[in-house]
């Protein structure tokens, strides 16, 4: 595998999008943070001066984790992107044929896709682990590891989000197809899952079954579900309407969409002409 | 040593038949050209057995061994259309064929000379001209020497010089010994440079085996008199030729290679009291062959 993630390697390294894309993604994470940081301190803060809700810093040691992974998971859109790149460029170029003929296996290539679509994933996590601690120095709090399963859910969601680009490009092959069916995905998922999660607070509400966010149940949005903002008093409030949050099933299907994804994107390249 | 055995190969895109049970060896040592018209079924054969195309039925042998990916790091191929990274440049893109073929990692210069492209070996591939990116294919297939070599339209897109070039490369690889499977749609081109052949016509075999056997030549005489009808009648008694046809006030008569005396059928004539007013010897146009070999 070392040497299959080498020859990925010079391929990218002189590609201009994965330059662009990557520095996109290190400043946006960067910025996103700060702009939460400095809506917190600035807007939030002048409530609490005024009284209405006690002091709240989710750049604090043990809320940084969950805020920087919550507030990050919305630009995970951008890796998965280069993924997709990454991949329908092999198609539109033919090199996937070409690497065969020179060699590869199918396997090889696939497995080599995913592998990438993995190590975007730790390096994204990584990213994260480096902001909230640097935004959290700020803060003035002892370092706490506590909340950090929440930088764990931020890989589940990066390797999810990255799995779909892989399965997506596997699919469709033309970038711009594949582009448009992920964001065209995204949108309809994010759709259903609302009105489901509706559908949870009335059963809730009216009948007194609770069965969770069933919203949270979908492919992507099982690894969206898994981040959110760190609780506050603005929050708790609204709180009791809500189903529980069940975690480990929520994790559960998280797990098990990813090894579908992975299955399903292994046995398609394997089966079909290139 | 049979470099490729394919057994019986077929493959289906839903209702169309691509190729309908191919058999035929390569011999280690030969140049064996795939010859067929456009949609012959010549790189969706090679496409198999390179792995990129899933065969409906039958198989292949590489090497007399089940094909495996150690056999393709061995073979160096150009199917169909020069496969690059557009955005990197010749040597880059060598580079990567290096690294999956594991070998020719050293031997990058040696073929971008051989293909002509040292000048240009850093340019991004996206600034190459046709011909270009086709030398470059070339190059590929040529790094690490490989022993096999497979060319599937060789001199698609290249200048009259290109064509050449690369003719003269295909003659001088086989002069090593090496084995070089080649696909074609220009019988010229497959006449010049192969010592094997198979003829495919929609998906069918229907001819394989050495090339002078497969291209037996014949001359045709062409001639005409005053009075067409007497000349045939004339021409029924004279002997030597394998075959007479008659078109628009002309005569043709079809002789073996290298057998036709066209003063002696001029004196037969007159001896019969016919003078000729037309005698032309004509070699049998590459064109009108290869419309009998696939029709």
Known sequence: MRSLLKIEWLKIKHYGAFKILSIFFIVGVVLTNYIVFSVNKNIIGNINTAGLVSSF???????????????????????ALLIIILITNEFSFRTSRQNIIDGWSRQEFIEVKMAMALIISVLCTLLVLITASVFALFSGTDFSLN??????????????????????????????????????????????????????????????IDLGSMGDYLPMNASDGLLTFPDNPLKSMAKSALPTDYYWVVI???????????????????KSDL | MAILSVENLSKNYGAIKAL???????????????????GS???????????????????????????????????????????????????????????????????????????????????????????MKQRLAIGAALLGNPDVLVFDEPTNGLDPVGIAEIRSLIKKLSQQGKTIIMASHLLDEVEKVCT??????????????????????????????ENIDQLDTVLNEMQGYTKKTKDDGTIQLYYPQGQVKLDAINSFCFNKGLTLNHLHMKKKSLESKFFELTN
Do not use: C
């Open chain 1, 252 to 270: 559960g299907f998280v797990i098990i969409y990813l090894f579908f994804f992975i299955w399903f994107s292994r046995r398609r390249f394997m």
């Open chain 1, 57 to 79: 810093n989710p750049y604090s040691f043990s809320n940084t984790w969950q805020t920087t992974s919550y507030a990050t998971g919305f630009l995970l859109i951008l890796p």
């Open chain 2, 41 to 131: 079924g010549k790189t969706t054969l090679l496409g198999i057995v390179m792995s990129v195309l899933k065969a409906s039925g039958g198989g292949y042998k590489l090497f007399d061994e089940e094909p495996n990916d150690a056999h393709r790091k061995k073979i160096g191929t150009l199917l169909e259309t020069p496969n690059f990274y557009h955005y990197l440049s010749a040597v880059q893109n060598l580079n990567i064929t290096a690294a999956i073929k594991g070998r020719g990692e050293d031997d990058i210069d040696r073929v971008l000379e051989v293909v002509n492209l040292t000048q240009r070996k850093n340019s991004p591939f996206s600034s190459y001209s046709l011909g």
């Open chain 2, 196 to 225: 094997h052949v198979a003829i495919l016509k929609q998906g069918d075999l229907k001819a394989s085996g050495n090339v002078n056997e497969i291209f037996v030549h014949e001359d045709i005489v062409e001639l005409a008199a």
């Open chain 1, 147 to 208: 909340g950090f399963d929440h930088v764990g859910y931020f890989f589940l969601k990066s390797f999810s989000y990255n799995m779909v680009a892989v399965l997506v490009s596997v699919l469709i092959r033309r970038t711009g197809f594949a582009i448009g069916l992920y964001f065209i995905y995204l949108g309809a998922e994010n759709i259903i899952s609302q009105l489901l999660d509706v559908w949870s607070m009335k059963l809730r509400s009216d009948h007194g």
């Open chain 2, 20 to 38: 309908k049970g191919i058999s035929f060896s390569v011999p280690a040592g030969s140049v064996f050209g795939i010859l067929g018209p456009n």
